[in-house]
């Protein structure tokens, strides 16, 4: 076919001639490489790798600096994939139906990312991991973790500047949660190759990460940023502070309660107006025991003895759906643990110093101011959290498409 | 008669060209820098936490635990009666004694050269800034003193525990801010009282050159809470103070002389 060309070509003027059958080599050669060139982009085209930037928009009075590492970035794409390996049991690295497990086995969206007391899997409240090997704390919820920067889990084991760089934030505490005996007992190597091979998550790693080869750390980036994205900042009281709604007598009254030192004395360590998060991130002694002997407190981490028998103060919002209560689910009702506060704080030597009610036994509150601060702290539920379709598990998995 | 048209065109280039770099010289930097860095010390000792090792003027052991607190206002004054205010409203430091990124602060603002009599700041923050939510980030947000309370910002926590009459170890939060004149305790609020004050450090004069960074140390000295003109005894006041303003002002008097300026490191 070139060389028709070509002599259609020597038709215009170089017939016959030695400066013709020069051309007609040179433009044989031309031609050649021309369809060479064209034949090579005549491929697929690469999609170039252009993940959607995600902003998480800062809600009214939050903090404006966020944990978000900066070899993880937050995107569109991200997000997307973490939320489906969030909810896809496969996650274990095992597909037998009785294997599966994943974060959202224990982490359910309407008891705020926590498992709930009145979970028919984890009786009490209580979970266990796959083999049935119970964890050693009842469970804290997926709730505003972006803000966290003085570190996370009970003993707060996770922070980022840990010198042990595998323990510094969300994505190490999914490598955690995958291979502790207590959880998935699972392997990275055999849940990234599953994850390979099931039709949908090459491509949607490649979006996420600009590979479709999938590896375990992508997979702890995913699941990391679809975690920071899970924001409640839309309960009762969260509109009182935008001015959008009044509280109730009982509601207000259990305010002041709450942020009075005379009073309940719970903002010192749980927040308040200045402090929406309504936990401080930080980790106290809160008088509940005379002597301790769990491993995997405050201490464990620190070696610090004021840190002994210290634990996370753990967020109020939506802690009406988060019992059980204290990091060793002792208490199973908010009025149980308002008992304590009131009635049953104990002396030991690592007490915190925020723990002054300790000379009178606790905060002594009657009944009816109970009463009141047990509506104010209903009033930090957030339904619209509990229900975000965004945060919910997808409808169909990638390969169920 | 066209030459000359276009050497005047010139000519008036030329000119408007050498105009335009006649800007005038730039002044010679005549300003320096001042940083101050903090400690914490009790009886002229740095303050070793978490030891039941002091004894104030009540008689009282103590120990502390941690102080976190805000100065503001960082005022230079000259002989002349002269100041200068540094910083203007970015000037709230936060000083944490758990953080070490804290315990240095170098003021934005240039100092001009010359001689200065002393220093002053304010302990706490004053009222037109110490408004709610003028911090939204940890450790900072973490001071909020409650709008029920006055609003604002802890002016500072002071936490450690003491010895009690019974020999027990009971826990104190010396906490300072916006004290409350109640009609009746602790539910009704007549009105607030702004507690913070002014610091005139002593013995702060210095000569700034032109081009020097000075480094002044601030020392909190921790016993002097508890004495002059007030004996402050956690026996009596108990080991919460944020609702009790005659507490809080009994401590603001003490603190005229808690804070000391060393020129040397």
Request: hydrophobic letters at 40%; aromatic letters at 14%.
């Given at each position: 076919m070139i060389v028709k060309i070509v002599n259609a070509l020597q038709i215009f003027s170089f017939r016959n001639n030695a400066v013709g059958i020069i051309f007609k080599?040179?433009?044989?050669?031309?031609?050649?490489?021309?369809?060479?060139?064209?034949?090579?982009?005549?491929?697929?085209?690469e999609e170039p790798y252009k993940p959607t930037p995600y902003h998480i928009e800062i809600p009214f009075g939050f903090p404006n600096k966020l944990n978000i590492p900066k070899d993880n970035p937050m995107t569109v794409e991200g997000i997307a994939l973490g939320r489906y390996l969030y909810y896809d049991g496969r996650l274990s690295g095992r597909t037998d139906p009785d294997s599966l497990m994943t974060c959202a086995t224990c982490h359910l969206q309407?008891?705020?990312?926590?498992?709930?007391?009145?979970?028919?899997?984890?009786?009490g409240g209580h979970p266990h991991g796959i083999t049935g090997i119970p964890t050693p704390h009842v469970m804290l919820p997926h709730i505003n973790l972006v803000w966290n920067f003085t570190g996370y889990l009970w003993d707060g084991a996770v922070y980022p500047d840990n010198p042990d760089e595998n323990m510094r934030n969300i994505e190490d505490i999914v490598r955690l949660g995958v291979t502790s005996k207590?959880?998935?007992?699972?392997?990275?190597?055999?849940?990234?190759?599953?994850?390979?091979?099931?039709?949908?998550?090459?491509?949607?790693?490649?979006?996420?990460?600009?590979?479709?080869k999938v590896t375990f750390k992508n997979i702890g980036r995913a699941i990391a940023q679809f975690v920071r994205t899970l924001i409640s900042a839309n309960s009762k009281f969260d509109k009182y502070m935008r001015g959008e709604v009044q509280l109730s007598q009982?509601?207000?009254?259990?305010?002041?309660?709450?942020?009075?030192?005379?009073g309940g004395d719970c903002f010192h360590c749980h927040g308040g107006f200045g402090n929406p998060l309504f936990t401080t991130n930080l980790f106290y002694n809160n008088g509940k025991d005379t002597a301790f002997t769990d491993p995997l407190d405050h201490y464990s981490v620190t070696h610090d003895p004021m840190d002994i028998g210290a634990y996370k103060a753990t967020t109020l919002r939506n802690i009406e759906v988060q019992g059980p209560y204290m990091h060793d689910g002792r208490y199973e009702t908010l009025e149980q643990v308002i008992d304590f506060y009131s009635h049953h704080v104990v002396r030991s030597p690592s007490i915190s110093p925020l723990m002054h009610h300790v000379i009178t036994g606790g905060i002594q509150l009657t009944p009816p101011e109970k009463e009141d601060l047990l509506n104010f702290i209903k009033a930090l539920r957030d339904d619209d959290f509990m229900t975000n379709p965004d945060f919910a598990k997808p409808e169909k998995f990638p390969d169920e498409r | 008669m066209r030459i000359r048209e276009?050497?005047?065109?010139?000519?008036?280039?030329?000119?408007?060209?050498?105009?335009?770099?006649?800007?005038?010289e730039q002044p010679e930097t005549k300003t320096g820098k001042l940083s101050?860095?903090?400690?914490?010390?009790?009886?002229?000792?740095?303050?070793?936490?978490?030891t039941m090792m002091y004894v104030n003027a009540a008689g009282n052991h103590y120990l502390v635990n941690e102080i976190q607190y805000f100065i503001s206002d960082v005022t230079l004054h000259k002989s002349d009666g002269d100041s200068v205010l540094l910083d203007k409203w970015e000037d709230i430091h936060y000083v944490d004694t758990d953080i070490e990124s804290t315990w240095t602060y170098v003021l934005k603002d240039d100092i001009k050269a010359?001689?200065?009599?002393?220093i002053s700041f304010t302990f706490g923050i004053n009222?037109?800034?110490?408004?709610?939510?003028?911090?939204?980030?940890?450790?900072?947000?973490?001071?909020?003193?409650?709008?029920?309370?006055?609003?604002?910002?802890?002016?500072?926590?002071?936490?450690?525990?003491?010895?009690?009459?019974?020999?027990?170890?009971?826990?104190?939060?010396?906490?300072l801010g916006i004290g409350q004149i109640y009609y009746s305790f602790p539910d009704s609020i007549s009105r607030y009282v702004q507690n913070y004050f002014k610091v005139s450090l002593p013995n702060s004069g210095f000569e700034m050159q032109a081009g020097e960074t000075k480094n002044f140390t601030i020392v909190m000295n921790v016993e002097n809470w508890f004495q002059n003109p007030n004996v402050f005894d956690f026996n009596y006041r108990g080991g919460d103070i944020m609702q009790k303003q005659d507490a809080m002002h009994a401590a603001c008097e003490n603190g005229w002389d808690v804070f000391t300026l060393e020129k040397k490191k």
């Open positions: 080599q040179v433009t044989v050669f031309g031609l050649l490489a021309l369809f060479t060139f064209s034949s090579c982009n005549k491929q697929p085209r309407e008891r705020s990312f926590e498992a709930g007391i009145d979970n028919p899997r984890f009786p207590h959880e998935l007992d699972g392997d990275t190597a055999r849940t990234a190759a599953l994850f390979q091979s099931i039709p949908g998550y090459p491509e949607l790693f490649k979006k996420a990460f600009g590979s479709d009982s509601e207000l009254h259990g305010y002041v309660l709450f942020t009075s030192e005379e | 276009l050497l005047i065109i010139f000519s008036a280039f030329a000119l408007l060209a050498v105009s335009c770099h006649k800007t005038p101050f860095s903090f400690k914490h010390r009790v009886d002229g000792q740095p303050l070793q936490f978490d010359g001689t200065y009599h002393s009222e037109q800034k110490n408004q709610s939510l003028i911090f939204v980030n940890p450790p900072e947000s973490l001071m909020f003193w409650p709008e029920l309370l006055g609003g604002g910002y802890h002016y500072m926590k002071l936490n450690g525990k003491w010895l009690d009459t019974l020999n027990h170890i009971s826990p104190f939060n010396f906490h």
